[in-house]
């Protein structure tokens, strides 16, 4: 059968959380690091893990990373997550073409939908679910599998394959997403790539990354579909 594991990312993909992601990150800094958000250098969230963006949080603020305050700096982030994704000074949206594709990929068996972001299990579960398109996706890798991008492919697949009962080829999975991280960590497990221009990366700039394709956005569902099933 044609089986196609299609891994999407989520922010700058999907959908765009309004800086309420930003925000709570640095809330959680002030509130469990003691740093005050202008003290800290800008974050660069393009395409990274949370656990790489923390433990930069932690070194920036001076402070040791030590489990427990790792732990209690995800709690004040998520909480914080939380209150920002359903504020209106930070209303967020989801993406052109999103909806309406997954909903068309959901209809067709062939497809299997999973996860590969660096957003926390929790953190990718608040966002998704405030913009409704949680129950489109089985599993998936997260910020919790490696601070490295590269390593959480390799665990999205085996979790897609334990969801689905089907084993992939590298030939058959295919990375969503609107970064030069994400590119690279499809290439790095052999993988396809399709690249999105609605994050922080503009179409020239993702052309050097040498994505398999490369899309302004997922409005087109229709061509979508169909690029993900030609073979070359
Ligand atoms: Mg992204």
Redesign the pocket.
């Known amino acids: 059968m044609n089986q196609r594991l299609l891994l999407f990312?989520?922010?700058?993909?999907l959908l765009d959380t309004g800086g309420a992601g930003g925000s709570a990150l640095l809330d959680a800094a002030e509130e469990v690091l003691e740093v005050k958000r202008e003290n800290l250098p800008p974050l660069d969230l393009?395409?990274a893990t949370d656990g790489a963006v923390i433990r930069k949080l932690f070194a920036d603020a001076g402070r040791s990373y030590e489990e427990s305050k790792v732990e209690a700096y995800c709690f004040s982030y998520l909480g914080h997550l939380r209150r920002r994704l359903h504020h209106e000074d930070s209303p967020g949206k989801l993406l052109p073409g999103v909806v309406s594709l997954l909903a068309q990929l959901a209809m067709d068996d062939r497809f299997a939908i999973g996860l590969l972001?660096?957003n926390l299990r929790q953190g990718a579960k608040l966002k998704l679910e405030r913009f409704e398109i949680a129950h489109y996706f089985q599993e998936g890798g997260f910020g919790e599998d490696g601070e490295h991008r590269n390593l959480l492919g390799p665990v999205a697949v085996t979790r897609m394959e334990a969801a689905t009962s089907y084993k992939f080829r590298p030939d058959q999975v295919i990375v969503i997403?609107?970064?030069p991280k994400?590119i690279a960590c499809a290439h790095a497990m052999g993988a396809r790539c399709v690249a999105v221009a609605t994050?922080k990366f503009e179409r020239a700039a993702l052309q050097a990354y040498q994505a398999w394709a490369l899309l302004d956005d997922l409005s087109e569902v229709e061509q979508v579909k169909e690029l993900l099933f030609r073979q070359d």
């Open positions: 990312d989520i922010d700058g993909t393009a395409g972001t660096g997403g609107d970064t994400d994050g």
